[in-house]
């Protein structure tokens, strides 16, 4: 079965860049339609998410974090990666690859996008 | 400040039937997924779409709509329920995913 699972370092200083990536097994990330996604979680807080990619190259992001992240795909390599500028210690957090289906709308009514597969995380921590 | 407002905390009689609720205006429009997280894993989906299960997801849980408000309901709760629950859609613009805060679930 498909599974995700995220490197990257584990501490990154303030100002500097986050660059985490995922790897897919057990498929190809060019295959399905899926989209292919970063999750964070601050430490005892609630999910955010990050932003989304397309095998294709195609990009979404959350609007609020969009000025910083860049997202991109390796399908030779089978992964994606996630860079995120000018880090603060605000940026401390899980960080989750997941693999999305993304949401449509039909017969007046949305369905809202779903993860169906998650990396264990990577705790990323930002300090000098 | 989350588009998506769940309790904080809800607790449940080992056995008995807990409804988890989280409210936002792009639910008038959008069907909510829920997860399923425990301490210390990633979070698991359980419920998407109208009201569908992924494979391995017991049919205890389902989910529902009313209005602005998703609710995610659990028949017969057991001790393995015992864990954190979101709720997710897409925001009133459709541009951007957004989470509820999480509510902690207790079985007693």
């Known amino acids: 079965q498909v599974q995700l699972q995220e490197s990257g370092p584990g501490l990154v200083k303030p100002s500097q860049t986050l660059s985490l990536t995922c790897t897919v097994s057990?498929?190809?990330?060019?295959?399905?339609?899926?989209?292919w996604s970063w999750i964070r979680q601050h430490p005892g807080k609630g999910l955010e998410w990050i932003g989304s990619i397309y095998y294709s190259g195609s990009t979404y992001y959350n609007p609020s974090l969009k000025s910083r992240v860049t997202i991109s795909v390796d399908t030779s390599k089978n992964q994606f990666s996630l860079k995120l500028s000018s880090v603060t210690a605000a940026d401390t957090a899980e960080y989750y690859c997941?693999?999305?289906?993304?949401?449509?709308?039909?017969?007046?009514?949305?369905?809202?996008?779903?993860?169906?597969?998650w990396g264990q995380g990577t705790m990323v921590t930002v300090s000098s | 400040s989350s588009e998506l407002t769940q309790d904080p905390a809800v607790s449940v009689a080992l056995g008995q039937t807990v409804r988890i609720t989280c409210q936002g205006d792009s639910l008038r429009s959008y069907y909510a997924t829920w997860y399923q997280q425990k301490p210390g894993q990633a979070p698991v989906l359980v419920i998407y779409g109208k009201n569908n299960r992924p494979s391995g997801i017991p049919d205890r849980f389902s989910g529902s709509s009313s209005g602005n408000t998703a609710s995610l309901t659990i028949t017969g709760a057991q001790a393995e329920d015992e864990a954190d629950y979101y709720c997710n859609s897409r925001d009133s613009s459709g541009d951007r995913l957004v989470f509820g805060g999480g509510t902690k679930l207790t079985v007693l």
């Open positions: 057990g498929g190809s990330i060019s295959s399905g339609g899926y989209y």
């Open positions: 997941a693999r999305g289906n993304i949401g449509y709308c039909s017969g007046g009514r949305c369905y809202s996008d779903d993860f169906d597969i």
